[in-house]
């Protein structure tokens, strides 16, 4: 069960992932409820059908977060393989799959469950935390959708999400397994290793250019290019339109006389407090006897304030400030919220002045003003340039606004040129690199529904500009096709050399591997080998120093009955490793809090195969009929 858990992690947290997706990684699929096809169908599930589009979608999802868990390091060219193909359909084909049951199973989501979740959204809301219209109606735009369509995907979403929920509910890990397998998880095993490189074989292995091509010939798949396109495109955006715009030096210095108080520190007050804490459910009583208690504590500083500081050491309850004689350092208005009526009393105070005790929630205080600091105003040139900026950024928004509609009609209009685009903007066109349909250098053309329109077929057949999209807030981009590659097999010329290398590796590692085998047979047997093997090093599954995983896996797995035992392990560079196991350590007592992470990843794991064992239950029901020319880029 140790290893199950072990080995299916990482699938089970994928899983896991894919079944009750975030409410931004929606893969478009409020087709559902209206069972339409849209273009060509990828695949049918029962009644309804998953579109080409609707695949499309998904799967530029998942190509983009493969690119950024790799940081952008991985070849676009990779990410367009059967494998992955096969993979986001399975996706799509599961949730089709769950939300029927889900529906059927009278999973309903109500609107104001909808509406609380969207109000909580941290992408909705503004620099204050609270839910911004303007910032809801700006990702709608972006992601190109309707709020209805965002707010029925969002409902799906979260039907998905309580369904699969009320499944997770009956995973449950018996007491003595979990125990069993933290005993396994803390016990530490003392391994040394012997590492059989390919490289030692190479010079075993003669080049043969006609396996080279063989190989071509039967994988020409994995040389094909993917289809690209060179674009030029326009940009208008408020920061451009910010460093263009003249702002009148007469308007900043109207806009500095108008809003002065924005343009200086507010007066502060240097604060003390003696505190006789009451609470404030107390009766009356208790705090007459309270209050009395503060009078008697402030009649004598009356006639020597000089002894606040050590009345407030010696009768102070508030022991944080009661240390520094009762200071509370700087206060401006608006700062003592929870205490309104200590903040009016210290307001109205001369410098030196004390209070007769001021009541508020807390207690009775008895304050001192120590210092005061007028409220003061920053000189004109001070704040120049800031004032300059805002109304930059003012009359850049304002000009925005009124190039944004000619923009999107310049653009169509005249679709054959980005010409007059240009002209309207006062930029020349840019140019861009290669770029595909799932990704491009250029941050500002790396958007997806941008490069969906790049590679629109009246964009790279009629050679017209795509629409102007919003690939950032205020920075629109509409662009043309300048040049076009379709994806295609590169020659055998080109890759010849590369296969021939890579082929010679494949046979170098077998032959590692067979030597490896070899020693290890003899090892099993009881013979005497002369192998330099490393220090040994005390490992357990947490810890596993620096053995790659896959030699800990099999670390781990090895029969430790009778000692020293050995094993090999594969690995996918080629590399051969042999093992030996020369001492054992059991676990001790394992702590609580590790016995609880082991029960709830046990638990998930036994959900994950209720959930998986019901997909594949409701997929005989439903019936399934998949379009393997979508998996396999024929269409």
Do not use: C
């Amino acid at each position: 069960m140790f290893d199950f858990v072990t080995t299916h992690k990482r699938l089970i947290l994928v899983a896991l992932l894919v079944l009750i997706v975030p409410p931004f990684a929606l893969f478009g699929i409020d087709s559902y409820f209206t069972g339409r096809d849209v273009g060509q169908v990828a695949a049918r599930v029962g009644d309804h059908a998953i579109s080409q589009e609707e695949f499309s979608r998904a799967l530029r999802d998942q190509q983009r977060a493969i690119q950024r868990m790799s940081e952008g390091r991985t070849d676009p060219a990779m990410l367009d393989n059967p494998e992955l193909r096969q993979a986001t359909l399975e996706i799509l084909i599961q949730r089709r799959l769950l939300l029927d049951s889900a529906l059927r199973a009278g999973v309903v989501v109500s609107d104001g469950q909808l509406k609380s979740l969207i109000a909580g959204l941290q992408t909705f809301r503004d620099e204050s935390g609270k839910f911004s219209f303007a910032r809801y109606e700006q990702y709608l735009r972006a992601e190109d959708m309707t709020p209805m369509q965002f707010e029925t995907r969002l409902r799906q979403d979260l039907v998905l999400q309580q369904y699969t929920n009320g499944i997770g509910r009956t995973g449950f890990a018996p007491r003595t397994v979990v125990e069993r397998i933290g005993r396994l998880s803390e016990q530490q095993r003392e391994v040394s290793q012997h590492v059989i490189e390919p490289d030692r074989f190479l010079h075993q292995v003669k080049p043969d250019p006609a396996a080279a091509k063989l190989y071509f010939d039967a994988n020409a798949g994995e040389f094909r290019t993917p289809e690209q396109a060179r674009v030029e495109y326009v940009t208008l955006s408020m920061e451009s339109l910010a460093q263009q715009v003249q702002v009148d030096p007469a308007e900043v210095k109207k806009h500095y006389e108008a809003s002065r108080g924005q343009f200086g520190a507010p007066e502060t007050r240097q604060v003390s407090h003696i505190l006789v804490s009451v609470d404030a459910a107390a009766g009356a009583e208790a705090k007459q006897k309270a209050r009395a208690r503060a009078e008697e504590i402030y009649k004598p500083l009356q006639k020597n304030p000089a002894g606040f500081a050590e009345a407030a050491k010696k009768h102070s309850q508030d022991t944080g400030s009661a240390a520094r004689g009762g200071d509370l350092g700087r206060i401006s208005r608006g700062t003592m919220k929870d205490a309104p009526e200590f903040e009016e009393a210290a307001f109205k105070l001369k410098p030196g002045e004390i209070s007769p005790p001021v009541e508020t929630k807390h207690g009775y205080h008895i304050i001192q003003l120590t210092a005061l600091q007028p409220a003061q105003t920053k000189p004109f040139e001070e704040v120049r340039a800031q004032i300059e900026g805002e109304l930059r950024k003012q009359l850049a928004a304002r000009r925005f606004a009124e190039l944004a509609d000619q923009f999107k009609n310049v653009v169509y209009e005249q679709s054959e040129s980005l010409k007059p685009a240009a002209d309207l903007v006062k930029a020349a066109p840019q140019t861009s690199g290669w770029i595909t349909r799932n990704h491009a250098d250029d941050p500002l053309l790396n958007n997806p529904r941008l490069l969906s329109a790049i590679f629109s077929e009246e964009a790279l057949k009629s050679r017209r500009n795509t629409e102007e999209v919003e690939v950032a807030t205020g920075v629109l981009v509409a662009a043309r096709v300048v040049e076009h590659r379709p994806t295609a097999v590169q020659p055998f010329e080109e890759v010849g050399a590369a296969i021939e290398k890579r082929l010679a590796l494949l046979e170098a590692a077998r032959l590692a591997a067979t030597e490896g085998r070899r020693l290890l047979g003899e090892l099993k047997q009881g013979k005497s080998v002369q192998i330099a093997w490393s220090a040994p090093q005390v490992v357990s599954r947490a810890d596993r120093k620096a053995l790659p995983d896959p030699v800990t896996r099999q670390a781990f797995r090895m029969d430790v009955s009778t000692l020293p035992a050995y094993a090999g392990v594969d690995t996918l560079t080629g590399t051969y490793f042999l093992l030996r196991i020369t001492r054992v350590q059991e676990a001790g007592t394992i702590p609580p809090e590790k016995v609880r992470a082991i029960a709830e990843e046990l638990r998930q794991a036994l959900v994950q195969e209720t959930i998986m064992a019901h997909v594949a239950s409701l997929r005989q029901k439903a019936g399934m009929k998949i379009n393997k020319e979508v998996i396999e880029k024929k269409q």
